[in-house]
């Protein structure tokens, strides 16, 4: 079945910084990937999405690209503010369901 | 528009109760899915289901747990004689379609005492 690496599990940066985090998946079958934001005892939240025909895609301050070949994806965040201070987790959607990274918790230092 | 919909938002139960999660999905939405996550972790997938079909249900344990979605009413969770491993939050998803995106829940945090 899919197995959906996620690096790094903690990520703190100063406040304007730039965040990256990178999820693995190993089956090529594979063809949706959203990302999703966790705030503490909160409900998972879409914050962008990007599918197999795509290689990259672009909501303001929110990047994914994808790299197909090597089944790989990224998150870019630019200009981080306190408020993406959150867990994110990449996901792939397999056959039927999606399978999710174990997570990356996100700190904003101001 | 609503959006999905779960009760009760807090549950405990002592061991060997039953526990009951229910999801209401999105208006238009007849795909739902359940997932568990335990503490400091990631999202577990459970179960797919279409209205009176369970479509997917590998990621559920064989023993005690199930999982319906009547053609009437919500999608209901329902685990039996509770363990203190069975801790956790249960969050449904529903879809427009599959493949599509999915919304989640606020969740269901059960607590086994």
């Known amino acids: 079945g899919e197995n959906v690496e996620q690096h790094p599990s903690t990520l703190s940066v100063q406040e304007g910084d730039s965040a990256v985090i990178k999820c693995t998946y190993s089956?090529?079958?594979?063809?949706?990937f959203p990302w999703y934001k966790q705030e503490l005892g909160k409900r998972p939240q879409l914050i962008i999405d990007i599918r197999s025909n795509v290689g990259e895609k672009k909501d303001q301050r929110i990047a994914v690209t994808l790299n197909k070949t090597a089944k790989h994806f990224s998150l870019h965040i630019t200009e981080t503010q306190p408020e993406d201070s959150a867990v994110y987790f990449c996901a792939a959607h397999n056959t039927d369901k999606l399978i999710f990274g174990t997570g990356t918790r996100l700190q904003v230092f101001p | 528009n609503a959006g999905v919909m779960q009760n009760p938002r807090h549950l405990v139960r002592r061991r060997g109760q039953e526990a009951r999660l229910r999801c209401s999905p999105m208006k238009g939405h007849s795909h739902v899915y359940w997932y568990r996550q335990l503490p400091e972790e990631g999202l577990k997938f459970m179960v797919y289901?279409?209205?009176?079909?369970?479509?997917?249900e590998s990621g559920m344990p064989k023993e005690r747990f199930s999982a319906e979605f009547p053609k009437e009413g919500p999608s209901i969770l329902r685990i039996q004689q509770v363990v203190r491993g069975d801790s956790a939050a249960y969050f449904c998803a529903s879809s427009p379609s599959e493949g599509n995106e999915q919304f989640f829940g606020p969740g269901t945090r059960l607590t086994v005492l």
């Open positions: 089956d090529s079958a594979s063809n949706y």
């Open positions: 289901l279409q209205k009176e079909n369970i479509i997917d």
